[in-house]
């Protein structure tokens, strides 16, 4: 029987991203940035995001329906993310989806933001299934997930204060690299030399947890005497140290999570793991272990329609059709799904 035929709509941060996705097969994915609406002010500004949207989401669905030769009344449901997430962001995408989904007579599917990057590794590696360690690194969010089955996840850490991605994006600004830093500090690190510098490694003591404030503070503190001194290491130097130090972390502690649950399988998801030093490293440490590694392309990594798709097929095949009456939520939270 041939899966179903899904529209995913995401807007719950700066990108529009919309998709038509039938199984593992993307028909078409679409996505309108805003970064250059948000990099004046060094970061997301919630209002801008939802103007953008409002304007970009009408466009966006019919480029994504035309590119894969699709007419709407085709389509098997509409699936939209639900949260978490900037409110007014989330409330352009999901109530745009839910009026298209109300107007075709077709199911409609709220979907959690962060269940979208679970399944997004799903999308091209037909292969990647529970049980499995899922690390989600993002702008708003740095998990370890233990994903037992589909719909059953327990979350083993979180970050203390900011994320992953966050941090990137923080201590890049104050570097003067521009919006976003995780591409930014990415790109400045190429051909540098990590060990110039040896940033802290915050939480030691907490398996799964992370910290990533207080490195934004030793980098400024470092740039600041290091500038006094006249001895300012090369940039490449320096944005190497800054994303080694994130890096280690990431991968220590989604291994620590892989030998405390004994799974052969890891994953990832969400923007930061597009870094490719992280990619890099997260390969060798499961080739070393002789564990089966499922990343996403880097655009997939990212936010985009196609992985709310993916999960709102999982919930449709499930029954789990949104009622009409339940509205967007900015704190869904994975562990009460
Ligand atoms: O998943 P995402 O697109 O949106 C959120 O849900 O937040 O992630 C965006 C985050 C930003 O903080 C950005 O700096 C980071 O992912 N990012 C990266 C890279 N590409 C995007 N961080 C490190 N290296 C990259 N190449
Ligand atoms: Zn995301």
């Given amino acids: 029987m041939s899966r179903p035929l899904i529209l995913g709509v995401e807007t719950s941060c700066d990108e529009t991203g919309v998709a038509v996705v039938r199984g593992h097969e993307i028909l078409a994915t679409v996505l309108s940035s805003q970064i250059d609406a948000h990099a004046r002010f060094g970061g997301v500004v919630p209002e801008v995001a939802a103007r953008a949207h409002v304007e970009a989401i009408r466009p966006m669905v019919h480029l994504a329906l035309r590119q894969a030769g699709v007419h709407s009344d085709q389509l098997d449901a509409v699936a939209a993310t639900r949260g978490p997430g900037l409110i007014g962001a989330l409330m352009v995408g999901y109530s745009f ?20 990057h679970l399944f997004a590794p799903r999308l091209e590696h037909e292969a990647f299934a529970p049980p499995a360690v899922v690390l989600l690194a993002s702008g708003g969010h740095s998990q370890i997930v233990h994903v037992k089955s589909w719909g059953e996840y327990e979350v083993l850490g979180s970050t203390i204060d900011d994320a992953a991605g966050e941090a ?3 201590i890049a600004r104050f570097m003067g690299l521009g919006f976003p830093g995780g591409p930014a500090i990415d790109k400045a690190a190429e051909g540098g030399d990590a060990d110039v510098v040896k940033f802290p490694r915050a939480l030691r003591d907490r398996p799964y947890d992370f910290s990533f404030s207080g490195l934004k503070t030793s980098v400024v503190t470092y740039l600041e005497k290091a500038k006094a001194a006249g001895s300012v290491p090369p940039l490449p130097d320096v944005a190497a140290a800054v994303q080694e130090a994130i890096v280690d972390v ?10 405390a649950t004994g799974v052969d399988r890891v994953a990832g998801g969400g923007g930061v793991l597009a870094n490719r030093r992280l990619r890099v490293r997260l390969e060798e440490e499961a080739n070393r272990r002789g564990i089966a590694l499922y990343l996403p392309s880097p655009a997939l990594c990212t936010d985009n329609g196609a992985m709310i798709a993916a999960a709102g097929e999982f919930r449709l095949e499930r029954g789990d059709v949104t009622p009409w009456s339940v509205d967007v939520s900015s704190s869904l939270r994975l562990s009460d799904l």
């Fill in 97 to 116: 989806a839910k009026a298209m989904a109300w107007t075709l007579d077709t199911p409609f599917v709220g979907v959690d933001h962060m269940e979208g």
């Fill in 168 to 170: 990137f994006d923080k």
């Fill in 250 to 259: 990431l991968v220590d502690k989604t291994f620590n999570a892989v030998e």
